[in-house]
């Protein structure tokens, strides 16, 4: 016989339908019947320890648990009967005898469940008349301000940390009444998530530092907005109060971000917020750059654009960042192209463009986000997930959590919060061959139709079978041999029969149908000339240049090249938010507002258009980057530039195809003299360089509070196997010079086993570090 | 930079997998794990968490949260031997009191403080079950059961 | 009248010197169950259907017939399933386990192997209490003893039958007592109870089905096994089969266990250990460990001990844990005492025991202290009602029935301790 699929349980005399094996509270919730609750919460572990959500149940002796109490058919659930309410009642009074009565100066008041649930289930005043505890704050850093006399102890926090980051850093030390939250010796909580325990935590003992005590939640206005820092299209909610964003939260979302964000989705307002900003347009006179009229900097603007394109139109370039909205890529190309220009591109930091021909109409997942969880395996090649898409890291752990694997074929070993069951760590330069060697063993295993398992990957795939997806991350976007890459790992996905996906920066996705590559305009369509890539656009020598969003001493796989390039140019126009971003070279500053004050909209790996509201008025004389851009286009006279509201150049824009990353690929020719990993000469190392969280864009980098996290402080440090350390003398060192053949940058030397032999790996998001994009080999020296 | 290596001694470590192999998760030899330390330094020190959490594969503060679980366990130096005397109530009916205030008068220390010669740490201990000797109290692992004050003297010399 | 006497069925007789020794254990019968299950491959169902008839009960504290619980867990499905024993004796008042493992574990063995067989687990745990050195000591050495003679391990007398033990030691929290908190603590965690749903027959240790017994019901499997069922049922009385060790402690001449049969009347009980101590006047008594009600001295006189006779007189039979207090004992002072105990030992977990349980004692120490008013008497009661059957686990329950039953005895005493004027 067929379990049944629903069974009818009546709550407060209704008749309510709910899933076999679920529990009351989740049945309430459905039909919209309020069961307090602080421990409760439908993505953690059911603790059922608040005691909160107790309810009458027919037949049972003693009021139940909402929460942990399954419902079975024919149940009577009473909420709110007096036996119920009686042990609410005694629950919130026990809540409230040692919690403090310090609601006017906590950050919780005015959206405090304890707050809330007290004004329904307390008392006026207390009958506890004995001493109250007292508990010292933690310290958990700078995103998280704690009072932890407040604490209610429902574990929310704790089983955030087990359950879903995967970073065990608070617990629940001691027993009954001193019981208490904290982390092992006053550790900081450094996970990329950490934010989500200040949503999680129903009372004022876990707070966001950056907002404290900056506003009351009745002040502020929400808006609907799209964290722009990575691909996966999070929803978040930026609150604002006094023309100025307080604070970002999460907004719900099962396909994308469930109920969660990162922390850089979180506190990376800081940076739109901060004083650097450009609030009037700027030009260069002879004393400098001045503040001027927004016709004059535009018509300027217009004009060494025209001169530019007159004389040769490959004499005019633009460089945009990938976290622009869809609209200004859209909108910039269209004035570039508007010109005659393909030369035209947002991928800063790619260094191979050779599979350009075939790339698929924008870069994406082709498994769904809310699918990742159930995947059976994911093979990441040169991708670290939890700081490339810390929320995408999270739905793979609970893949790995459920019984899937994960593998990685990279160049160090990246602290993850999944397990592994299979690595493979080699240099960059010897990875190309080595997933050649994946391919030749799939088809092995093709044709000879049994299993092939001539190394830990090869199995690893074997295992996963056709239910998986190969996940590439920049590591292997910003190699040298990045189409290599592309093309075998497509390549390796038709033949195991497994999705593929790309994790590229911010908005990429976007920029692609936006036509922000020379090779294409919007929607895919191609160019009428292959313009320059953004690697190539460093080498030309243009007239005049726009950088649009970008910091150009970071913001390029060669911000030496690139600097040569800005010297060359006669005509330097910045587009940007930033003054500290403006390069010495420009002769124009456009300011443009952050995604905080703009509209646009946002393309995300699954192919989701969603579109962000602004959240305040754009700063001073700043404006919208679509706007700008809009009366740039009718400055130079172009035709069709008429748009009224953003949403027109959306609408033009149209609706993407779903992702599809396997296109034609197999056809590719896949050259042959890259799987010769030459060794290199006597202490030489390899370059590993990966680009850090905090440092992705210009707004994350002008965040106070992330830089202050672990995370931000990583660029000073360089790491080398411990081995490795010791060959060089370099043992007991704390500081070592790197030496480049282009650039040369010291830092501090830590040892770290998950470095492969030979190389040196640095986080490459400062100006001291990105400067060794032209480099793939250094030699390491002390520095007393 | 932090200590790296474990303090742990090769016996203890290969009397920590003798226990880890009778479980299906190493985890489960946590207890045995910090007892065997606390047998060798006295108490659970840092050094201690985190040789038990390495050498048991688990976090350091889900090793910590167990250590300040279990009264059994030191989070703090105590003496050599810690007493803990038995106040619940079968044996406070039978003069607990007055054992507990003889015996601090004798060391010369407070409930919960260590001798000078850190021979002994007095406790107040829960029931240890023993009730049916009556005062009792445990030294180390040894009871000592239906106490008089007067022959404290002789218990506690047979612990030097 | 004769006098009452003893029949010692899980603690071994009087007289012997190393009654721990497999030798001894052996003379008087032990492990002849086993072996006869081992060589006619008794069906499970058998071993179940005579303990369901022998009437033995969890002795533990709960009472749950043992033979009912073994038919819990599902004996057809596969994989691993464990019998753990809980020796995680702790209950103010209790100290029958530690008699019973210093000096007849062979008998826990043996019971652990006959109902590991009966439920189809082949790996059984005793956790026992980490301040129980010596009784954990004598446990091992009789694994080692019961482990050479082929009486655990594989293959066992070449019946294919395989049943290995191990032993873990607590360390240090009285509610690792409490089954699911037992399990946790036995997977290396922190020992807070689980909510049930689901069961340890579902989900038990290591998220195997496992069934939990006390160390006493596991030690009285044996003797039914091997004398059936009716001989065990004959000794007590209705609805409670068998003997029962009584841990008589507090003011008593002779304190200690004794073992009777189910059924004995108080009286008998007090007389066996020796009457109130200097012949003073009785005036109280926790029959079943410091968690259960107290019961005035009229009442418990004229009682028997067994569940239903406890039951009838308010109180329970728990772990047979008899505290006998005599004329001259301050009942608030106890209670204070008490309510400290389950103060230091709630796990955490829960909001009313966490918070209710120091509030109690908080309210008791300041009545002591002649600090207390009318209003607190009732608000005792009502706290200890707020936290009684609202938490995870029974820890809640036991530190709210001692406050209600000494308040509902003698409350007198606690107001001649409130200060006059506000008496006034």
């Known amino acids: 016989m067929d379990a049944p699929t629903t069974v009818t349980v009546v709550i407060n005399g209704r008749e309510v339908h709910a899933e076999p094996g679920s529990m009351i509270i989740e049945a309430a919730d459905a039909a919209n019947i309020y069961i307090p609750r602080f421990c409760y919460h439908p993505k953690l572990s059911i603790a059922a320890n608040c005691r909160m959500c107790l309810v009458e149940v027919e037949k049972a002796p003693k009021p139940l648990p909402a929460c942990a109490t399954p419902v079975a058919d024919g149940m009577v659930v009473q909420t709110r009967s007096a036996t119920a309410v009686e042990a609410q009642q005694g629950t919130m009074e026990f809540l409230l005898i040692n919690h403090p009565l310090d609601c006017p100066v906590c950050d919780q008041g005015g959206e405090c469940p304890l707050q809330d649930q007290a004004m329904g289930y307390g008392q006026d005043s207390s009958r506890y008349e004995e001493e109250k505890r007292a508990k010292p704050p933690l310290d958990l850093g700078p995103l998280v301000a704690t009072a932890m006399t407040r604490c209610i102890h429902c574990t929310r926090c704790v089983r955030f940390g087990r359950e879903i980051a995967g970073t065990m850093e608070l617990g629940a030390t001691g027993r009954g009444e001193d019981m208490t939250i904290e982390t092992y010796l006053d550790g900081s909580v450094d996970s990329e998530v950490s934010g989500n325990i200040i949503d999680l935590c129903p009372v004022g003992a876990l707070t966001s530092k950056p907002y404290r005590f900056s506003a009351r939640p009745w002040e502020l206005f929400s808006h609907e907005g799209i964290s722009p820092h990575d691909s996966l299209g999070t929803n978040i909610t930026l609150q604002t109060a006094h023309q100025s964003v307080k604070r970002v939260v999460p907004r719900n979302n099962e396909k994308i971000n469930e109920c969660w964000i990162s922390d850089r989705d979180r506190f990376a307002y800081e940076g739109a917020e901060c004083d650097d900003r450009l609030t009037q347009p700027m030009i260069r006179r002879k004393e400098g750059l001045v503040e001027t009229s927004w016709e004059e900097a535009l018509g300027e603007t217009a004009a060494a654009m025209r001169q530019a394109a007159e004389q040769d139109s490959s004499k005019l370039a633009a460089l945009i960042h990938p976290m622009s909205s869809m609209e200004e890529s859209f909108l910039l190309q269209r004035v570039v192209r508007g010109l005659g220009s393909d030369q035209i591109d947002h991928r800063l930091l790619q260094q191979d463009f050779s599979d350009d021909a075939v790339a698929p109409v924008y870069p994406g997942l082709e498994a769904a986000l809310s699918d990742v969880d159930s995947l059976k395996g994911i093979l990441l090649i040169g991708c670290n997930p939890r700081k490339e898409a810390p929320l995408l890291a999270l739905r793979i752990r609970k893949m790995v959590e459920q019984g899937g694997v994960a593998g990685l074929l990279g160049s160090y070993a990246p602290d993850l919060n999944f397990s592994l069951s299979a690595f493979h760590c080699v240099t960059p330069a010897e990875l190309p061959g080595v997933l050649r060697g994946l391919v030749n063993n799939a088809e092995a295993l093709d044709s000879a139709g049994e299993s092939f398992e001539s190394d830990a990957l090869s199995g690893f795939l074997s295992e996963v079978g056709g239910n998986g997806m190969i996940l590439l991350g920049q590591g292997a976007l910003n190699h040298l041999h990045a189409g290599t890459i592309r093309t075998l790992a497509g390549r390796l996905a038709q033949q195991t029969g497994m999705k593929l996906g790309v994790l590229t920066p911010g908005n990429s996705a976007g920029a692609w149908w936006a036509g922000a590559v020379p090779h294409r305009i919007a929607q895919g369509m191609p160019a009428k000339t292959a313009g320059a890539n953004a690697s190539q656009i460093a080498d030309l020598d243009v007239k005049t240049v726009l950088l649009y969003g970008v910091e150009p001493s970071i913001d390029h796989s060669d911000p030496i090249r690139l600097q040569g390039m800005l010297d060359r140019a006669k005509t330097v126009i910045a587009f940007g938010a930033f003054r500290s971003a403006v390069p010495d070279q420009a002769d124009i500053v456009v300011p443009i507002s952050p995604y905080t004050e703009c509209s646009g909209s946002y393309l995300n790996c699954n192919g989701i258009v969603q579109v962000s509201s602004p959240a305040l008025s754009p700063r001073g004389n700043s404006r919208p980057g679509w706007k700008v851009l809009r009366v740039l286009g009718n400055f130079l006279s172009l035709p069709d530039f008429d748009y009224d509201d953003v949403a027109q150049v959306a609408t033009e824009l149209g609706h993407p195809p779903e992702v599809l990353m396997q296109a034609d690929k197999a056809q590719i020719p896949v050259s042959e003299d890259v799987d010769s990993a030459s060794a290199h000469a006597d202490g030489l190392f390899s370059l590993v360089a990966e680009r850090s969280i905090y440092q992705a864009d210009p707004i994350v980098r002008r965040s106070r509070a992330l830089s202050l996290t672990h995370d931000g402080a990583s660029e000073a440090f360089c790491r080398l196997h411990p081995e490795d350390l010791k060959a060089a003398g370099l043992a007991g060192v704390s500081r070592v010079l790197l030496a480049g053949e282009y650039h040369q940058a010291t830092l501090e030397v830590a040892e770290d086993s998950g470095v492969v032999r030979g190389s040196v790996f640095v986080f490459s998001g400062s100006v001291a570090t990105a400067g060794f994009g032209g480099d793939s080999t250094v030699r390491i020296r002390p520095v007393t | 930079m932090e200590q790296t290596g474990t303090i742990l001694t090769e016996a203890i470590i290969q009397k920590i997998e003798a226990e880890a192999g009778k479980y299906p998760t190493r985890r489960a030899a946590v207890k045995s794990a910090l007892r065997y330390a606390q047998a060798e330094f006295g108490w659970i020190s840092e050094g201690v968490v985190k040789a038990v959490a390495e050498v048991l594969g688990l976090e350091r503060i889900e090793v910590f949260e167990v250590a300040t679980f279990y009264d059994m366990f030191y989070t703090r130096p105590v003496g050599k031997f810690p007493v803990r005397v038995c106040t619940n109530v079968s044996c406070l009916l039978r003069g607990a009191d007055g054992i507990m205030e003889a015996l601090c008068q004798r060391l010369g220390v407070e409930e919960g403080e260590t001798t000078a010669d850190g021979r002994f740490t007095v406790f107040a201990a829960e029931c240890l079950g023993a009730c049916g000797g009556a005062p009792m109290m445990a030294v180390g692992d040894d009871y000592h059961e239906d106490l008089k004050a007067d022959e404290l003297d002789n218990v506690l010399a047979g612990y030097q | ?424």
């Open chain 3, 1 to 424: 009248m004769s006098s009452p006497s003893e029949i010692r069925v899980c603690l071994p007789p009087h007289d012997a010197v190393t009654p721990w020794t497999l030798a001894f254990y052996r003379e008087r019968g032990g492990y002849d169950a086993w072996e006869k299950v081992l060589k006619n491959q008794t069906p499970r169902e058998e071993i179940i259907e005579t303990l369901k008839t022998s009437g033995l009960r969890g002795r533990g504290g709960a009472g749950f017939p043992t033979g009912l619980k073994l038919s819990f867990m599902p004996r057809d499905a596969q994989g691993q399933k464990y019998i753990v024993c809980n020796s995680d004796e702790s209950e103010p008042g209790t100290f029958k386990d530690r008699d019973i493992l210093r000096f007849n574990p062979h008998q826990v063995i043996e019971g652990m192997a006959l109902a590991g067989y009966a439920i189809g687990a082949t790996i059984g745990f005793n956790y026992i209490r980490g301040e129980y050195y010596e009784p954990w000591q004598r446990f091992e050495a009789a694994l080692i003893e019961a482990r050479q003679a082929g009486l655990l391990g594989e293959n066992l007398m070449g019946s294919e039958i395989a049943f290995e033990l191990h032993s873990q030691r607590g360390a240090g929290a009285y509610i690792c007592g409490e089954e699911t908190a037992l399990l946790e603590s036995l997977e290396g965690k922190k020992g807070q109870p689980r909510f049930k749903p689901p069961f340890p027959a579902q989900v038990g240790a290591f998220g195997k089905p496992t069934t939990i017994n006390n160390t006493e019901t596991l030690a009285s499997i044996p003797p039914i096994i091997r004398n059936g069922a009716e001989w065990f049922s004959s000794i007590g009385v209705e609805n409670s089969g068998g003997t029962k060790i009584y841990s008589v402690s507090g003011h008593v001449n002779r304190p200690g266990n004794y073992e009777v049969p189910m059924g004995m009347p108080f009286r008998d009980l007090l007389e066996m250990a020796g009457g109130v101590q200097d012949g003073r006047a009785l005036k109280a008594v926790i029959p079943g460990g410091s968690s259960v009600p107290v019961v005035p001295a009229d009442a418990i006189m004229e009682c028997t001990m067994d569940y239903d006779g406890l039951s009838q007189v308010g109180s329970a039979l728990g772990a047979g844990s008899v505290i006998v207090m005599d004329e001259t004992t301050c009942m608030v002072e106890v209670l204070e005492r008490i309510s400290y105990f389950y103060f230091a030992e709630s796990c955490g977990q829960c909001t009313p025991c966490r918070e209710g349980t120091g509030w109690l004692y908080r309210m008791i120490r300041r009545i002591r202290n002649g600090e207390g008013t009318h209003a607190d008497l009732d608000r005792l009661k009502s706290v200890a009602d707020r936290i009684e059957g609202r938490t995870i686990c029974a820890l809640g329950d036991a530190a709210a029935w001692p406050v209600q039953s000494f308040l509902k005895h003698f409350r007198h005493e606690f107001e001649a301790m409130i200060p006059r004027e506000e008496a006034a």
